[in-house]
């Protein structure tokens, strides 16, 4: 396979680029030169240049079909990328670099690399024969191996960082979409992840209960984690991102500070955008 | 329901719309629009005497022809001398025919936990992404699934004929141990061998099913998480698939139950046989059989009342079947 052996692209770039590599290290994203495609397909990621420094929160914004879900997955490894790279808190996901030759990385490590890196689904995808404490440990107890009572703790602290202290035992079912969403969250938050991706949170809610998750959100960006939401909720990007960018067709078309974004941008297709979804 | 009223569909209430012989007023059939004025007074008559249920007389009728028969069929079988039920009662709890349903019970209860073991196994290398294993266990299911189990156990009783010495060793080269088929494998292992085999094919088609029914978004959840493969199968892919592999299995439980009864072929003394044995001695043909059926009758029953129990288990956390689920449709008026 082509994508198994990867010339290494970092190495040819000038010394800013590595300044950037070295912030991005500390906790951040840096995506390189990335591209995607289904079954041979048109490209789905044309060339993805991206980089989030630690702690920021950037908003993903573009419309249907232009790839963002992709992009989040292929960050994550939920989909292996054709090439380029992705750099995340020092590692590069799903590849090994020896300083000559880049090798795609086996199963138990890229597994490794994924608990690293925290996901948020749409369809919150919280395992529903599970309670919500039991969601929470699970990980934490198999992939960490960290100690029951230990878990157990840490996921009652994080539940109620959620709000939702005394909920433990309920089964997601029986939790409206907000509460559950607000579980996925504080699952996600379990692993003590580097980044957080989310892949429109609010999406599946109805519009009095998207709130209480963006005010989860909110507070976890205030702390410090390091996030990239897809969203369609505007006024949440224009509040709290600390950069928005837009894609469309695969590629970046544009991006830049809320402000600017939302208020004069520069891209026809950025106003054509904006204009159908403000 | 009380209601005693038809609903004012035809503003004569002299007329009665209930025979359709009888063409009452030419212009309302049943589905036709009305007039305010008749709405009106629907709601009226509604409201003072509610709705006059729709008859079911077909069911009723059938439902009664059904019971006679029933009744009329069990009072001859309880009354014919040929069952000769006191000879049954005689029987029911001789040691020979306990023995065989012993027997039974542990032909059915190892062929079925091994079946499941094989066809987890199975299921999981047919959805596997090796085509290698892939293959092999597509080729398993269909083989054995093809050939009858009778023609199975009869097959596997004379495999002496064809491998009459087993040995372990090198592959091709030396043997360390070396034993005659027909010695190392006795009828009863013939037959949880040919059993197994045959329900595991089963066995791996239902637990596929049953994977394949977990939603896509709960294996991404996981992988998310960095969980194990193995893991992700034990503890969140297999416990959710299990509401829908129960069911079925429950039937391929009892249905193994019942297919143990051909292991007779091979002169493995199972519940059937014991009880042919006893009527070649003594010509007691019916009675013996009737033994035989009560207690798979018995066994069917229990095992129902058991898969009841562990399906409601399983429902746990699934709103749909745990009894907090969406209210029900409500049916139409009936009976
Ligand atoms: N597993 C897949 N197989 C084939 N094509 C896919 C697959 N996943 C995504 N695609 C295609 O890739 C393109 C981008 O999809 P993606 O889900 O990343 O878009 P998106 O920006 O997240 O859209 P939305 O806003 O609707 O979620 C779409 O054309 C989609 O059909
Ligand atoms: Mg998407």
């Known amino acids: ?278 | 329901m009380s209601a005693t009223h038809r609903p004012t569909e035809t503003p004569t209430p002299t007329k009665t719309p209930t025979t359709p012989t009888t063409p009452t007023t030419p212009t309302t059939t049943r589905t036709s629009p009305i007039s305010p004025d008749d709405f009106a007074k629907a709601v009226a008559a509604e409201r003072a005497a509610g709705v006059i249920p729709v008859r079911h007389t077909g069911r009723v009728v059938l439902g009664a022809l059904a019971a006679l028969a029933t009744v009329l069929a069990t009072a001859s079988v309880a009354r014919n001398p040929s069952f000769q039920w006191g000879t049954v009662g005689d029987y029911l709890f001789s040691s020979r025919i306990i023995d065989g349903l012993i027997l039974t019970i542990w032909l059915t209860a190892l062929s079925v936990a091994l079946s499941f073991l094989i066809g987890t196994v199975l299921a999981v290398m047919r959805l596997s992404a090796n085509p290698v294993l892939q293959a092999i266990s597509w080729a398993y299911t269909w083989f054995f699934r093809s050939v009858p189990l009778l023609v199975q156990l009869l097959f596997w009783f004379n495999i002496g004929y064809l491998y009459p010495r087993l040995s372990f060793g090198i592959p091709f080269g030396p043997a360390w141990f070396s034993f005659e088929t027909s010695e190392l494998i006795s009828s009863a292992a013939v037959a949880v061998i040919g059993l197994t085999i045959h329900e595991s094919a089963y066995a791996a088609e239902i637990i596929r099913g049953g994977i394949l029914s977990v939603d896509t978004g709960q294996l991404e959840a996981a992988e998310a998480l960095g969980m194990h493969p193995r893991r992700v199968l034990g503890r969140i892919v297999l416990p959710q698939a299990m509401r829908v592999i129960l069911p079925p299995a429950g039937s391929l439980l009892i249905s193994t139950l019942k297919s143990t009864s051909m292991v007779s072929v091979i002169a493995v003394t199972d519940l059937l046989y014991a009880a042919q044995l006893i009527y070649n001695q003594n010509f007691l043909v019916i009675p013996l059989l009737m033994v035989a059926t009560l207690w798979y009758l018995i066994m069917t029953s229990l095992l129902s009342i058991a898969q009841h129990f562990v399906e409601k288990r399983y429902a746990r956390g699934f709103a749909r079947t745990s009894g907090r689920g969406p209210a029900r449709v409500p049916k139409p008026d009936s009976l």
């Open chain 1, 1 to 278: 396979m082509a994508a198994d052996v990867i010339r290494d692209d970092l190495t040819a770039r000038p010394p800013a680029e590595a300044a950037e590599a070295a912030g991005a290290a500390a906790g951040g994203i840096l995506i390189r030169s990335l591209t995607k495609s289904f079954g041979g397909g048109p490209r789905v990621l044309d060339g993805i240049d991206l980089t989030v420094e630690r702690g920021q929160l950037i908003c993903l914004v573009g419309p249907s079909g232009s790839g963002k879900s992709t992009l989040l997955r292929c960050v994550n490894l939920l989909e292996s990328p054709d090439s380029g790279m992705i750099w995340v808190s020092g590692m590069l996901m799903g590849r090994h670099f020896d300083g000559h030759r880049v090798r795609a990385l086996r199963p138990a490590e890229y597994r490794r690399q994924q608990s690293r890196i925290g996901m948020i689904f749409q369809q919150f995808n919280l395992f529903p024969h599970l309670t919500v404490l039991e969601n929470i440990i699970e990980a934490p107890l198999s992939v960490r191996g960290v100690p029951r009572a230990e878990a157990v703790a840490r996921a009652e602290e994080l539940v109620a960082r959620v709000g939702l202290a005394g909920r433990e035992r309920a089964y997601p079912r029986e939790l409206s979409g907000g509460q559950q969403q607000r579980i996925a969250i504080a699952r996600a938050l379990a692993m003590d992840p580097d980044v957080l991706l989310c892949d429109e949170p609010t999406s599946a809610l109805d519009p009095e209960l998207v709130g209480e998750v963006l005010n989860v959100l909110r507070d976890l960006a205030a702390s410090g984690m390091t996030m990239v939401v897809v969203t369609h909720e505007m006024s949440f990007a224009r509040e709290v991102a600390d950069r928005v960018v837009f894609m469309a067709e695969g590629r970046i078309v544009e991006e830049g500070a809320p402000e600017q974004m939302f208020s004069h941008p520069r891209e026809e297709r950025t106003r054509n955008f904006l204009r159908r979804v403000l």
